[in-house]
């Protein structure tokens, strides 16, 4: 056990130091969470949202639209930012926007179905666009009210090269334009009236993320104040970040163990141990066996119970009563042995013994006679304890 507990804590120290000195790689997926600070994330536009806003209190929500218009609640400016409108894109969320809401959605991947309701066309205006080569990958960002100007912005590197082809002209209007390497313009973001509101369909969430705000000089926050300047400022904001985000007022079910497979080197540590476990275990059952008790043999007391009891008659030097008990015990040991009934001692019991036994008969004679003189005299004295005794041991032997 020991062994394998200073293989485990050599393996672990070995996995820290070479994780301590690892260079963390950039996660450069598209998450657009709102918990992490990776590029494409969306840590630094959450810490900030208010600002943009003026300071009103923006509702984050977990819940899906769906969900949130069902349990009610007064009309507001609903914002989506994310790279796909994957369970974001419900009918009921027009059906609001009619009543009087307004929707914002800045997102890449924005459906056919959804927007052909507005009156509008999203199509890839240039398939090739994002593999002309390290200098056409960019495009320039600008807006068309004045208060932005002749401005543009910079996005590089491109993710989606998708524009807003068609739209009803009675309905829409181009609020901003991007601009390819080539020359081209054409529409990124547009305001579709929609029964009693609007609907902002804008397709360059990057702008929004950690990279474009603070890793590049002159970051993207004045466009991103500009492009949410035409929400109006008499509607409450909720933003719908479901999925982006650990659920908001939602039960938390993360357990401990998912804290440590967040982190590479604690799942790695977490699964060697469990594999190492493992592995104790198999080899610890094919090897070992269970402990077989040790069962004493039964010890013979006998000797020790008649040395006990000789010991007490010669510490009370009594001759007599151990003659009687070496007769008794002589005399049991006959019927045992030789199936003789031993209640009356005479000659015919002296002869019947000298032919079972097949000993000397003038032996046997000397036996009885001490055993006569005992019964006579009722007493013994140590040589007749040590007569008798010599003949019986005499007797019985072989």
Same mark, same amino acid.
């Given at each position: 056990? *020991?062994?394998?507990? !200073?293989?485990?804590?050599?393996?672990? @120290?070995?996995?820290?130091?070479?994780?301590?000195?690892?260079?963390?790689?950039? +996660?450069?997926?598209?998450?657009?969470?709102? %918990?992490?600070?990776?590029?494409? +994330?969306?840590?630094?536009?959450? !810490?900030?949202? =208010?600002?943009?806003?003026?300071?009103?209190?923006?509702?984050?929500?977990? @819940?899906?639209?769906?969900?949130?218009? *069902?349990?009610?609640?007064? *009309?507001?400016?609903?914002?989506?930012?994310?790279?796909?409108?994957?369970?974001?894109? +419900?009918?009921?969320?027009?059906?609001? /926007? !009619? $009543?009087?809401?307004?929707?914002?959605?800045?997102?890449?991947?924005?459906?056919?179905?959804?927007? !052909?309701?507005?009156?509008?066309?999203?199509?890839?205006?240039?398939? =090739?666009?994002?593999?002309?080569?390290?200098?056409?990958?960019?495009?320039?960002?600008?807006?068309?009210?004045?208060?932005?100007?002749?401005?543009?912005?910079?996005? =590089?590197?491109?993710?989606?090269?998708?524009?807003?082809? $068609?739209?009803?002209?009675?309905?829409?209007?181009?609020?901003?334009?991007?601009?390819?390497?080539?020359?081209?313009?054409?529409?990124?973001?547009?305001?579709?009236?929609?029964?009693?509101?609007?609907?902002?369909?804008?397709?360059?969430?990057?702008?929004?993320?950690?990279?474009?705000l603070l890793e590049k000089p002159g970051g993207s926050e004045e466009y991103v104040a500009n492009l949410l300047s035409y929400l109006p400022k008499n509607l409450p904001v909720v933003w719908f970040v479901n999925g982006q985000t650990t659920?908001?007022?939602?039960?938390?079910?993360?357990?401990?163990?998912?804290? /440590?497979? =967040?982190?590479?080197?604690?799942?790695?540590?977490?699964?060697?141990?469990? #594999?190492?476990?493992?592995?104790?275990?198999?080899?610890?059952?094919?090897?070992?066996?269970?402990? &077989?008790? /040790?069962?004493?043999?039964?010890?013979?007391?006998?000797?020790?119970?008649?040395?006990?009891?000789?010991?007490? #008659?010669?510490?009370?030097?009594?001759?007599?009563?151990? /003659?009687?008990?070496k007769i008794t015990y002589f005399l049991d040991k006959v019927r045992t042995r030789y199936y003789l009934d031993t209640s009356k001692l005479d000659e015919r019991f002296a002869l019947k013994l000298q032919l079972k036994s097949g000993k %000397?008969? @003038?032996?046997?004679?000397?036996?009885?006679?001490? &055993?006569?003189?005992?019964?006579?005299?009722?007493?013994?004295?140590?040589?007749?304890?040590?007569?008798?005794?010599? @003949?019986?041991?005499?007797?019985?032997?072989?």
């Open positions: 056990m *020991k062994f394998y507990l !200073a293989g485990l804590v050599a393996v672990l @120290l070995i996995i820290f130091l070479i994780d301590s000195g690892k260079v963390k790689p950039v +996660d450069w997926e598209q998450r657009y969470s709102l %918990d992490t600070k990776n590029p494409y +994330d969306l840590y630094v536009f959450n !810490a900030e949202i =208010e600002n943009f806003f003026n300071s009103r209190k923006v509702e984050r929500e977990w @819940l899906s639209p769906y969900e949130h218009i *069902k349990r009610g609640g007064v *009309k507001s400016n609903y914002l989506i930012i994310n790279k796909n409108m994957h369970g974001l894109s +419900d009918s009921l969320l027009l059906e609001d /926007v !009619a $009543e009087g809401s307004n929707l914002f959605i800045s997102s890449e991947n924005i459906f056919a179905d959804f927007v !052909a309701i507005l009156k509008v066309k999203y199509a890839n205006i240039d398939p =090739e666009m994002l593999l002309d080569g390290e200098h056409s990958n960019y495009l320039q960002l600008s807006m068309t009210n004045k208060t932005w100007g002749q401005k543009k912005y910079r996005l =590089e590197p491109v993710n989606n090269s998708f524009s807003f082809v $068609e739209m009803d002209p009675a309905t829409t209007t181009i609020l901003g334009t991007q601009t390819k390497p080539d020359g081209k313009v054409s529409p990124n973001f547009v305001r579709v009236k929609y029964g009693k509101g609007y609907v902002f369909l804008h397709n360059h969430p990057q702008v929004f993320t950690n990279m474009e659920n908001f007022g939602a039960p938390d079910n993360r357990t401990p163990l998912s804290i /440590v497979f =967040e982190y590479p080197a604690l799942r790695i540590a977490w699964l060697i141990l469990i #594999y190492g476990l493992l592995l104790f275990v198999i080899f610890h059952v094919k090897r070992r066996q269970r402990v &077989i008790p /040790v069962v004493q043999p039964l010890r013979n007391t006998t000797i020790e119970f008649v040395q006990t009891i000789g010991n007490l #008659y010669f510490q009370e030097e009594s001759a007599t009563e151990i /003659v009687d008990k %000397d008969p @003038l032996l046997i004679e000397k036996i009885m006679k001490q &055993i006569f003189q005992f019964k006579r005299l009722k007493s013994a004295v140590p040589d007749d304890l040590v007569k008798l005794n010599d @003949l019986i041991e005499e007797f019985w032997k072989k």
